[in-house]
């Protein structure tokens, strides 16, 4: 099993900048079978949503929305990743969740972290 937990959520003025972090806890052998490493948002009355993934070997996925503005990246010997976001805009509020899979199609979850946009 993974423990996932996320930190750097707040709230920022649009066209600011926060950085999220999720790190990754447990035992060895689960951690280092992770193989994806993702962030999703979910706002209120919406879908949850992909917002940016990183595989094992460095591929990066973004959602349109955010595609120039954020940017996903990993510690590899911290077992954390994050999600840098810049220019941010008041559609960006949301709650923040990270989420891993591992081999065998496990998957983890974390509790969240909120983001709030002013305009």
């Known amino acids: 099993q993974v423990q996932l937990v996320e930190s750097g959520g707040g709230l920022v003025q649009a066209g600011g900048s926060l950085r999220l972090s999720c790190a990754a806890s447990?035992?060895?052998?689960?951690?280092?079978?992770?193989?994806?490493m993702a962030w999703y948002r979910q706002a209120p009355g919406k879908q949850r949503e992909l917002v940016a993934q990183?595989?094992?070997?460095?591929?990066?996925t973004y959602v349109d929305s955010v595609k120039g503005r954020f940017t996903i990246s990993r510690d590899k010997a911290e077992n954390t990743f994050y999600l840098q976001m810049n220019s941010l805009k008041p559609e960006d509020t949301a709650v923040y969740y990270c989420?891993?899979?591992?081999?065998?199609?496990?998957?983890?979850w974390g509790r969240g972290t909120q983001v709030t946009v002013s305009s």
């Open positions: 990183i595989t094992r070997a460095g591929t990066t």
């Open positions: 989420r891993v899979v591992r081999g065998l199609g496990y998957q983890n």
């Open positions: 447990g035992s060895s052998g689960s951690v280092s079978s992770i193989n994806i």
